[in-house]
């Protein structure tokens, strides 16, 4: 079972930013948060992730609460082409660990 | 260049026949993985490679067996088909089996059984 908790979906407007929230109340401490998502009938792509502190790329930027316990992906400013359905995913830092993927949130994005 | 590259895109096929998925990296990765998702969009692993050796064998009928002819390589054939393996099906590589490294993943395979 998948160990992070998101809404279901979001909407948002064009050009405002997003923050897409997940909940991960029995992360451990080596786990790392990652971000995927999935573009309508397109594989999921990675997003991005962290461990401790918030980490910025060119896609979104991701801040980490201070006991890890929950984290929200920011989008700066949403287009039309961030609609998708963001996954929140646990990695336990093992040989063999799988990405287990919940039910992700969908984003909306409004014209 | 494609990363991650499937063959066929689309597999409509009769519930008994016998068919295969390709799947090619040309990312230069150790680690190879099938992924399935259903009707109901969940996304759940099937099997990962890691230099042609398996590694993660999750609870999938053993109709389902891949092949892993080289690293860049990961096939996935499937016996006796059912309506219940309708699905789309992805195949992702990364650099190990690291929980950091990024999972790059292809367009996917369409599957229909009818």
């Known amino acids: 079972d998948a160990k992070t908790t998101q809404p279901n979906s979001m909407e948002s407007n064009e050009e405002e930013p997003v923050h897409l929230p997940c909940n991960h109340s029995?992360?451990?401490?080596?786990?790392?948060i990652h971000w995927y998502r999935q573009l309508p009938s397109q594989g999921p792509e990675y997003v991005i992730h962290?461990?401790?502190s918030n980490v910025n790329n060119r896609m979104a930027s991701l801040a980490i609460a201070e006991d890890r316990k929950s984290s929200t992906l920011i989008l700066h400013r949403a287009t039309l082409r961030d609609a998708a359905v963001y996954y929140c995913i646990l990695r336990a830092l093992l040989r063999d660990d799988k990405i287990i993927f919940g039910k992700g949130t969908r984003l909306h994005i409004l014209p | 260049d494609t990363a991650v590259s499937q063959t066929p895109k689309y597999l409509v096929t009769q519930m008994g026949n016998d068919k295969s998925i390709k799947c090619e990296q040309n990312l230069g990765h150790d680690t190879m993985y099938w992924y399935k998702q259903d009707s109901k969009k969940f996304l759940k692993i099937m099997f990962s490679?890691?230099?042609?050796?398996?590694?993660i064998n999750e609870t999938v009928p053993n109709r389902f067996s891949p092949k892993s002819p080289d690293k860049a390589h990961l096939n996935l054939h499937i016996n006796s088909l059912e309506l219940g393996d309708s699905a789309v099906y992805f195949c992702?590589?990364?650099?190990?089996?690291?929980?950091?490294?990024?999972?790059?993943f292809g367009p996917g395979t369409r599957l229909l059984v009818l």
């Open positions: 490679y890691n230099n042609k050796e398996l590694i």
């Open positions: 029995t992360i451990s401490g080596t786990d790392y």
């Open positions: 992702a590589s990364s650099q190990d089996q690291s929980s950091k490294e990024t999972q790059y």
């Open positions: 962290g461990l401790t």
